[in-house]
C-alpha cells in the first residue's frame, strides 16, 4: 500500500503545482478536470498521512521496547504500539475504498425527472411525493434544487417534473435513484379500503457542461409558447415558455418555469444537453463490460428498484434486498441510510470484482 501512496503523493504534488499555471488556468476544460483531480487526491493524502503516522507509531514503540530496560517506558510503548494497531485495519479500509477509481460523473451536478407511471391519479400523487422527498434531502444536504418544468396531476402530484440539483458530488449520490419506484397503499379515491399498486419513474442525468456535449443550434427546433398553470400575470399572456427539440435524435428539452424567455432556453438547453450527454454515457456503460452489474440504471428504465409500502410501513430496496420499517421518515426525505448501503454494497463490488488487494 505504502507504493501506492506514494505514487498518489507524486501525482498530488505534480497537479498541485499544475493547478496554478496560468496556461492550465486560461483552458477552462482542463483546469475543471485538474481541480477535480485535486480535490479526489487530497481525501487520499490526508488518510495517508494519519496513516504513516500510525506505522510510524509502531515502528517507535517496537524501537522503545527493544532498547528500553525502565518498565514503565517499555509499558508506555507497549501501549503506543496497541493503540497504532487498533487504528490501523479501519485506515487501511478507508484507504482502499479512496483508491477504487471514482466514476468522472460522479461530481457533477444532476437533472432529475420523475414521471407518473401505472396507476392512473395515485401515480401522479406518488410522483409528487417522490419530489417532494427528493427535494427535502436535497435542501437537507445543502445543495440547492431549481424547478424546470412539470405537469400537474388531475388529483395533485405530477404526470412529469423535471427538477436540477447543484451542489457538492450531486450525481455520485443522487445516481441510485434511477429506475422505477413502486408504492403500494390505499388511494384517497379508495372507498372500501384495498390496496393499490402505482409506480412512478425516476430518471437521474449527469448535467453536462459545455465542453461534454456541444449542441449544435442548428440541429435544434426552439419553440416559443405561452406557460400554463400557476404563475401569476404573465401564465398565458407571453410566450415565454421554450421547447427544443434536437432532430437528429428526437429529444425534447422544455422549460416554463422562468418568466424570463432567455432564462427558459438556457435551462431548457441544459436539460437537452444533459439527456444528450445520458444517452453516449448509456452506450459506454452497455460496452463496459465491468459496469453491466452496477446498481446504477442505465438503459433499462423498466427495472424495479424500490417499493414504500404504507400498510407495513417500510420501504425495500430489491437490488440489495435491504428492507427498512421507517417509510414515513424515508417519504420525508431521510433516504441516506438507503444511499449508504447502496453506495458500500457498490463499493465492495468493485473491490471484488477488481481482485484488490492492496
Known amino acids: 500500500m505504502i507504493d501506492k501512496l506514494q505514487i ?44 504513516k503516522s500510525l506505522l510510524s507509531n509502531i515502528e517507535e514503540a517496537e524501537e522503545m521496547m527493544s532498547e528500553e530496560s525502565d518498565p514503565e517506558m517499555i509499558e508506555m510503548a507497549k501501549l503506543q504500539m496497541e493503540e497504532a494497531k487498533e487504528q490501523l485495519p479501519s485506515i487501511e479500509e478507508e484507504i482502499k475504498f479512496l483508491l477504487i477509481p471514482k466514476d468522472p460523473e460522479d461530481s457533477k451536478n444532476v437533472v432529475v425527472e420523475v414521471r407518473a407511471g401505472t396507476g392512473g391519479d395515485e401515480a401522479s400523487i406518488f410522483a409528487g411525493d417522490l419530489y417532494r422527498m427528493y427535494t427535502k434531502y436535497c435542501q437537507d444536504q445543502g445543495w440547492s434544487v431549481s424547478l424546470v418544468d412539470s405537469n400537474e396531476g388531475t388529483a395533485g402530484g405530477f404526470k412529469e417534473v423535471i427538477f436540477e440539483v447543484s451542489g457538492n458530488d450531486v450525481y455520485g449520490t443522487m445516481k441510485y435513484e434511477s ?16 390496496v393499490h399498486t ?24 426552439v419553440d416559443y409558447f405561452c406557460s400554463s398553470g400557476p404563475g401569476g400575470q404573465s401564465v398565458n399572456t407571453t410566450y415565454s415558455a421554450v421547447r427544443l427539440t434536437h432532430e437528429p435524435t428526437g429529444i425534447v428539452a422544455q422549460c416554463q418555469d422562468q418568466k424570463s424567455q432567455h432564462k427558459n432556453k438556457d435551462k ?35 427495472a424495479k428498484i424500490r417499493t414504500y409500502n404504507y400498510p407495513q410501513g ?33 463499493n465492495t463490488q468493485q473491490l471484488k470484482n477488481a481482485g484488490e488487494v492492496i
Open 8 to 51: 498518489i503523493q507524486q501525482r498530488y504534488d505534480e497537479v498541485s503545482d499544475l493547478i496554478i499555471q496560468p496556461d492550465i488556468i486560461s483552458d477552462q476544460k482542463r483546469y475543471v478536470l485538474l481541480s477535480k483531480e485535486y480535490k479526489d487526491l487530497s481525501k487520499i493524502v490526508a488518510k495517508s498521512e494519519i496513516y
Open 179 to 194: 429506475g422505477v419506484h413502486r408504492v403500494q397503499r390505499v388511494p384517497q379515491t379508495e372507498t372500501q379500503g384495498r
Open 198 to 221: 402505482s409506480a412512478a419513474t425516476v430518471m437521474v442525468l449527469p448535467e453536462a457542461e459545455e465542453f461534454d456535449v456541444e449542441v449544435n443550434m442548428s440541429d435544434v427546433r
Open 268 to 302: 431548457a438547453l441544459k436539460v437537452l444537453r444533459s439527456r444528450l450527454y445520458e444517452l453516449e454515457l448509456s452506450k459506454k456503460l452497455e460496452l463496459d463490460s465491468e459496469k453491466r452489474n452496477t446498481l446504477v440504471s442505465s438503459g433499462d428504465r423498466s
Open 314 to 346: 417500510r420501504v425495500t430496496d430489491h437490488r440489495i434486498g435491504l428492507t427498512l420499517y421507517d417509510l414515513q421518515n424515508i417519504i420525508n426525505g431521510d433516504i441516506q441510510k438507503l444511499i449508504d448501503e447502496l453506495k458500500l454494497f457498490q
